[in-house]
């Protein structure tokens, strides 16, 4: 991978990195603490991004397209990557949606197209390369699915152990069998994602494995390129607004670190309305939104078609609402009903299939420019995070069955009458 290393560019890799606490900045050594051991506040990555005040965003455009093309934003060592060749995703003009919808100018940055189908493989390179750096032998996570589909693949290419815990009973099909065939351990945990999660922290905290869900704060480093490659797409031209579901709110936090950073890079003076997309039947940041509040009360049974974002205590909620609040967007709730009428309206008039939690923020985006609350004017781009095979069963749920015929042009004919 030896295009990606420092080469001739100033801050080609960025390794003068700290772990803060979010809240009260104090640095955290242990690589074990998922967070702040004064405050219990979350922790983040902080970078020097002085040398990168030098650099134009054309200096990257000469490596390939992907998440480390970015090294100069990412806190590992890019000679030591695992990486599957993660990110490098199209951005869609999605025009026949923006019609229906009424909105001037529709993207949607479509996620499916990592290698294990969902966004998740842009944190995970980067969650496992450190890993490695740190010579851990296990890692682990809770998932509603597509993190350990992830990490079960990047664990297998770095050849390091792997355990996913899952919620029992609701995780979609394809993610289920992604983690198993990819030779993680695999347990289903009686309870919800919150559970789970719970639960291997402890084994994280008791040194049994290393932690790679998205309060890794090496996770959403590499989550960061997703805004990055959005912007390279727009030739650094700012959209308005920015739609993506939330479930744990990793994503919707990364994206505002990378706004944040390239500001202070000066690559970017401004910032789209981050917005974020929950389902009505969990919904915790969606109810403080409403309330004007920072902090948020968890939901204690979530439930929604979208099992990817079925969750009641997002980790990294205080921070999502700090990237709402402070780039004026806003937070959302959408019905089962509207997930699914969007993921048909995605299939059917776009050609781009993504699963359920994905079509929440289409669903979100119509529903805000129903209510007003976004304008016609705006130019949108809506992050799908996943792809639609992921979830077959739901996919199928929504279709009627194939039709059967003798293998005669006369019976097809009939048959599709
Ligand atoms: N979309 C999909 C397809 C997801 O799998 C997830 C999260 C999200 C959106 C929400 O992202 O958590 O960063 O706010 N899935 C996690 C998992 C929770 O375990 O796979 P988030």
Redesign the pocket.
């Known amino acids: 991978m030896d295009h990606i290393g420092g080469g001739r560019l100033p801050g080609g890799v960025n390794l003068q990195r700290r772990v803060r606490c979010w809240e009260c900045h104090r640095v955290v050594e242990d690589p074990y603490l998922d967070a702040c051991p004064s405050c219990n506040g979350l922790l983040e990555v902080s970078l020097d991004l002085e040398p990168v005040k030098e650099m134009a965003p054309s200096d990257l455009r000469s490596r390939p397209f992907g998440v480390w093309r970015y090294t100069p934003f990412l806190p590992v060592d890019p000679s030591m990557a695992v990486s599957l060749q993660e990110g490098g995703t199209p951005l869609y003009a999605c025009g026949g949606i923006a019609a229906d919808i009424g909105v001037r100018a529709l993207s949607v940055k479509y996620e499916g197209a990592n290698p294990t189908g969902?966004?998740?493989d842009r944190g995970m390179t980067v969650g496992i390369t450190r890993a490695r750096e740190i010579g851990a032998d296990m890692v682990g996570?809770?998932?509603?699915?597509?993190?350990?589909a992830s990490l079960a693949a990047y664990a297998a290419k770095a050849g390091i152990g792997c355990l996913v815990l899952l919620p029992e009973g609701k995780v979609a099909l394809g993610?289920l069998a992604q983690a198993i065939f990819y030779g993680a351990k695999v347990v289903s945990v009686e309870g919800n994602?919150d559970d789970a999660l719970r639960t291997i922290r402890e084994m994280a905290e008791q040194r049994i494995l290393y932690l790679l869900?998205?309060i890794n704060p090496f996770r959403p480093e590499g989550?960061k390129s997703v805004l990055l490659e959005i912007m390279d797409q727009l030739d650094y031209r700012l959209p308005d607004r920015i739609v993506?579901?939330?479930?744990?709110?990793?994503?919707?936090s990364a994206v505002h670190k990378a706004l944040k950073e390239l500001v202070e890079v000066g690559w970017i003076d401004g910032m789209p309305m981050l917005t974020g997309v929950q389902a009505s039947g969990s919904r915790p940041l969606v109810d403080s939104f409403q309330a004007g509040r920072r902090g948020f009360t968890p939901e204690p049974g979530p439930e929604t078609v979208a099992t990817?974002?079925r969750?009641g205590n997002?980790v990294?909620g205080r921070k999502?609402l700090d990237a709402i609040y402070s780039t004026g967007g806003a937070a959302v709730d959408v019905s089962d009903e509207e997930i699914l009428d969007a993921q048909l309206m995605l299939g059917r008039r776009e050609g781009v299939g993504v699963?359920p939690?994905?079509a929440a923020s289409v669903a979100g985006l119509r529903k805000l420019i129903d209510e007003g609350v976004a304008d016609r004017d705006e130019e949108v781009v809506c992050i799908c995070?996943?792809n639609a095979l992921?979830d077959p069963e739901t996919m199928m749920s929504q279709c009627v069955r194939p039709y059967s015929a003798r293998p005669e042009v006369s019976a097809v004919m009939e048959a599709i009458r």
């Open positions: 969902s966004f998740k996570c809770a998932s509603t699915g597509n993190t350990s993610k994602f869900n998205s989550q993506l579901p939330v479930g744990n709110a990793g994503n919707i990817a974002i969750i997002p990294s999502a699963e939690a994905s995070t996943g992921k």
